[in-house]
């Protein structure tokens, strides 16, 4: 049903109008008769029940009557929109808010009434072991326990519970080290920002970002410690070679290096594993791409300064890395598990055809990987693949910037690249394998069939490592009240 057919005879020209007027409103589906008995458009007396006497917000009064569009605000924007045309009186939610949390303050002081003295918070070193169970004081547990209500404004706290609950607070974040993630678990379906925004209510400053990391490390508390890179010069190369195409590396703060990258094969995600749990803390959290509609995981790590070698721009890096034979390869390697691939394919005589390609929006990059191979006899050549402004056929997503592709071809030497080139990537892995069994002449026909299974193979575990990243990120949507949070796998 589209927007004109759904509400040319349900509503008026002046609902048409302030329909229109909403940023992205597409109504997909409208129920005229739900469980509640009600029908679309609503009346005043349905509105009075929903509104003032059930107390139901706008959103919710919308999923009564079945409206769906594709922005949810919208749907509680049009009975926002009835509930003015029928003359009902907006609900105060600040003061409503207000009131709720002083009743809910008066139960709380009630049932947990403030001693004198009060229970001491333990120091950190004085605390359970770290696989044992958390201990919390009395007066700890009460104020967990408040703050975990629905209804709740800190704004709205009474001095003598602010107080209460600030003096937890600071107990909690600066005797006994617990960071502001560890507070939201303690809440529950919080984050940090709900931590954050709690502090600044109650005027509690938090630690800094830097200090708590170190702590945690020393106190084993929540932080995994970060082990220095203890690899050769060619493990350096290729993890140079691997950044430099497909990952994001940067500082987040003091020392430290981030690595993080999003990929849809679970032959990447194990590969970053393999190449970094050694060192730090690998966490990957399932992402949605509102530009595609479509589900991936992002991977990341934070290493400590040996790694700092990655900040390079490839500019930088080029002097050590055309050092020698023995840095060269394993850097053209790891570039050919970020960004490259080893073609198998047919040429116009039904004979297989190898290639090895690189694809980067570098064309600097691309050039002096041309002359490196071009010095050594092999055949290549550098061509744009997409143009900088031009919309992608599938999502149609605009190039900001030119791609470009470089291609090394020729059966009567290509094989010595390829055997050359020492992947770690286990997709790249299986192409190489193929690649070096065939000789100059064969049918192609011969390795279809292998090839078809392996392609298989790849397409089939994509498909079930994106849908379990759609699973996982609506899973924790309906956990966090609508937002993906922080799961990892």
Not at 19 to 39: A, Q
Request: proline fraction near 4%; include cysteine; charge should be positive.
């Amino acid at each position: 049903m589209t927007e004109g057919q759904g509400l040319e005879s349900q509503s008026s020209d002046e609902e048409v109008l302030a329909l229109r007027r909403t940023p992205g409103l597409s109504i997909e589906s409208l129920d005229p008769s739900t469980k509640e008995g009600v029908t679309w458009p609503p009346s005043k007396e349905d509105l009075k029940r929903l509104y003032v006497d059930e107390k139901l917000s706008a959103a919710k009064i919308a999923k009564v009557y079945g409206l769906k569009t594709r922005n949810p605000r919208s749907a509680a924007f049009l009975v926002t929109y009835h509930l003015k045309k029928h003359g009902i009186e907006r609900r105060d939610r600040i003061e409503e808010l207000r009131k709720e949390t002083e009743a809910v303050v008066v139960v709380w002081t009630v049932k947990y009434p403030k001693k004198k003295g009060g229970e001491q918070t333990r120091p950190a070193e004085q605390e359970a072991q770290a696989d044992e169970p958390l201990r919390l004081t009395a007066e700890e547990k009460a104020v967990i326990e408040l703050l975990q209500h629905k209804n709740l404004s800190s704004r709205h706290f009474d001095p003598e519970t602010k107080g209460r609950v600030k003096a937890a607070m600071e107990g909690l974040h600066w005797t006994r080290g617990f960071s502001l993630n560890d507070i939201a678990e303690m809440v529950g379906n919080k984050t940090s920002g709900y931590s954050s925004y709690l502090f600044k209510e109650l005027g509690i400053e938090a630690r800094p970002f830097k200090e708590a990391q170190l702590k945690g490390i020393h106190d084993h508390v929540r932080i995994y410690e970060r082990k220095p890179f203890n690899g050769t010069d060619e493990d350096k190369a290729y993890l140079l070679g691997i950044s430099q195409g497909d990952l994001h590396v940067s500082r987040p703060f003091g020392d430290a290096v981030m690595v993080t990258t999003s990929s849809t094969h679970p032959a990447m995600c194990d590969l970053f594993d393999r190449l970094f749990s050694p060192h730090g803390h690998v966490s990957h959290y399932p992402r949605y791409k509102k530009d595609t509609n479509t589900y991936e995981w992002n991977i990341g790590v934070t290493l400590d300064a040996s790694f700092e070698f990655l900040l390079q721009k490839f500019e930088q890096s080029l002097p050590w890395v055309r050092s020698s034979e023995e840095i060269t390869m394993p850097y053209l390697s790891g570039l050919l598990d970020a960004e490259g691939s080893i073609v198998i394919t047919k040429d116009q005589f039904q004979k297989v055809a190898l290639f090895v390609d690189y694809s980067n929006s570098n064309k600097a990059l691309l050039d002096w990987i041309r002359s490196e191979l071009i010095s050594r006899g092999y055949f290549c050549s550098v061509r744009i693949n997409k143009r900088k402004g031009v919309r992608t056929k599938k999502w149609g997503i605009v190039h900001r910037k030119d791609y470009w592709q470089l291609s090394s071809y020729g059966m009567d030497n290509i094989q010595k690249l390829i055997a050359e080139l020492k992947p770690r990537h286990s997709e790249k892995i299986a192409r190489r394998e193929i690649a070096l069994a065939v000789h100059k002449g064969q049918e192609y026909s011969s390795v279809a069939a292998e090839i078809a299974s392996l392609r298989s193979r790849i397409k089939d575990g994509v498909r079930r490592f994106v849908l379990q990243a759609e699973q996982l990120h609506k899973q924790a949507r309906l956990e966090r009240g609508g937002h993906a949070g922080s799961l990892r796998r």
